[in-house]
């Protein structure tokens, strides 16, 4: 009787330490997420404006393009009489590539009534219009046999397709799109970092 004495007092410390190590171990747990939330509930909305126009640029929308056309040259001609045949040239070009739009925060201006945050934002740009090289080129070409397709026409009929791109963008309503998901993205920052107590207002400068 007296031999299992010592064994019941080892297993019963032992019990009591992983006890004592759980409830220590919950108990700083407890502690750092209330800090957590005491420290999320003291943020100030004018210090996350600030963080937020930290960012710069606000990239909310993006659209891939595949633009694929024909650019014809002229024959050249006699005098202005008549054509001279095989002189006229043409090739088909693929443009591909990726256009980006957002909003510049730098300009971004902050306004707080109670619980009321207003946001006054210029409106979307383009931020980027970027090629794909590796798809993007010239498809096929028709040279003639008195003179081959000059290189600036084909950077040309390239300018021509990036400025496409972005008209075909604007009018597609990538503009739209980046004004929604600006708002939302921004409302998101806003939200993580006070919770739900603010309503979050934008007004966009006209263009």
């Known amino acids: 009787m007296s031999a299992r004495t010592p064994i019941?007092?080892?297993?019963f410390a032992l019990i009591g330490l992983v006890i004592g190590l759980v409830v220590g171990i919950?108990?700083?747990?407890?502690?750092?997420?209330?800090?957590?939330a005491g420290s999320g509930a003291n943020v100030q909305p004018s210090v996350v404006f600030d963080r937020i126009v930290a960012k710069s640029?606000?990239?909310?929308?993006?659209?891939?393009?595949?633009?694929?056309?024909?650019?014809t040259q002229p024959a050249a001609t006699?005098?202005?009489?008549?054509?001279?045949?095989?002189?006229?040239?043409?090739?088909?070009?693929?443009y591909v590539g990726t256009i980006k739009a957002g909003v510049d925060l730098d300009q971004a201006e902050?306004?707080?009534d109670g619980r009321v945050i207003t946001m006054t934002l210029d409106q979307p740009f383009i931020i980027s219009n970027t090629p794909n090289m590796e798809e993007s080129g010239v498809m096929e070409e028709n040279n003639?046999?008195?003179?081959?397709?000059?290189?600036?026409e084909v950077d040309e009929f390239q300018r021509q397709c990036i400025a496409q791109s972005e008209s075909g963008a604007i009018e597609g309503g990538l503009m739209d799109e980046a004004?929604?998901?600006?708002?939302?993205?921004?409302t998101d920052m806003f939200t993580a970092a006070l919770g739900d107590a603010y309503d979050i207002q934008f007004v966009w400068r006209e263009g």
């Open 8 to 11: 019941k007092r080892i297993q």
């Open 26 to 36: 919950g108990g700083v747990l407890i502690v750092q997420n209330a800090s957590s």
């Open 57 to 71: 640029e606000l990239v909310s929308a993006s659209q891939q393009y595949n633009i694929t056309d024909k650019s």
């Open 78 to 94: 006699f005098f202005d009489l008549f054509d001279i045949p095989f002189t006229d040239t043409s090739f088909w070009y693929r």
């Open 110 to 112: 902050f306004a707080q």
């Open 144 to 152: 003639n046999l008195f003179a081959k397709i000059p290189l600036s």
């Open 179 to 186: 004004r929604s998901n600006a708002e939302q993205d921004i």
